[in-house]
T-cell receptor
Framework: EDQVTQSPEALRLQEGESSSLNCSYT??????LFWYRQDPGKGPEFLFT???AGEEKEKERLKATLTKKESFLHITAPKPEDSATYLC??????????????FGTGTLLAVQP | NAGVTQTPKFRILKIGQSMTLQCTQD?????MYWYRQDPGMGLKLIYY???????DKGEVPNGYNVSRSTTEDFPLRLELAAPSQTSVYFC????????????FGQGTRLTVV
């Protein structure tokens, strides 16, 4: 069964304290892995798409990486405005889930000044 | 740039009432999705559509119905509302192809009392 697991569930950092969020996945051939940011009371906002193992993408203080089993979202020198829930989703290449986006439960990040 | 528009933003229903959550997108996307999000549970897929006239069930379809008569619109119908349907509902759309990211609406917060 296609599955996405994110860890930790919650993470509290001091401003400037770098860390990583994990997204482990089991899927029938990966077509794409997506990272989203969600602020309270709002819909998820797209951050990155990763297609194959070894791929990396960066945007400001965020860097996403992908292996055959997991993805990491690295946050370098975070600021309070990076506080949000970060969601990971996958799209399968084969089977019944090829048209679906399967989401993890997210990591709630709080960055304290 | 309207993107994905959901209405209403908030709604309180009594047990047994029915309602339709509206979703429209102006990006000419083939794929559209309805998710529900409960606290700490991530996004659960209710129904999805790969084009006008084509819909399919997701993980949690019971108690809901959808239709897709046009590319732009994908309404979600709740029949005989139950307290278990209290949730935040998100509509999303994406283009067809390799692995295009999904764009989300701002959500509808529904309370069934």
């Amino acid at each position: 069964e296609d599955q996405v697991t994110q860890s930790p569930e919650a993470l509290r950092l001091q401003e400037g304290e770098s860390s990583s969020l994990n997204c482990s996945y089991t899927v029938s051939g990966l077509r794409g892995l997506f990272w989203y940011r969600q602020d309270p009371g709002k819909g998820p906002e797209f951050l990155f798409t990763l297609y194959s193992a070894g791929e990396e993408k960066e945007k400001e203080r965020l860097k996403a990486t992908l292996t055959k089993k997991e993805s990491f979202l690295h946050i370098t020198a975070p600021k309070p405005e990076d506080s949000a829930t970060y969601l990971c989703a996958v799209q399968a290449r084969y089977g019944g889930a090829t048209n679906k986006l399967i989401f993890g439960t997210g990591t709630l990040l709080a960055v304290q000044p | 740039n309207a993107g994905v528009t959901q209405t209403p933003k908030f709604r309180i229903l009594k047990i047994g009432q029915s309602m339709t959550l509206q979703c429209t997108q102006d990006m000419n996307h083939n794929y559209m999705y309805w998710y529900r999000q409960d606290p700490g549970m991530g996004l659960k897929l209710i129904y999805y559509s790969v084009g006008a006239g084509i819909t399919d069930k997701g993980e949690v379809p019971n108690g809901y119905n959808v239709s897709r008569s046009t590319t732009e619109d994908f309404p979600l119908r709740l029949e005989l509302a139950a307290p278990s349907q209290t949730s935040v509902y998100f509509c999303a759309s994406r283009g067809q192809g390799r692995a295009y990211e999904a764009f989300f609406g701002q959500g509808t917060r529904l309370t069934v009392v």
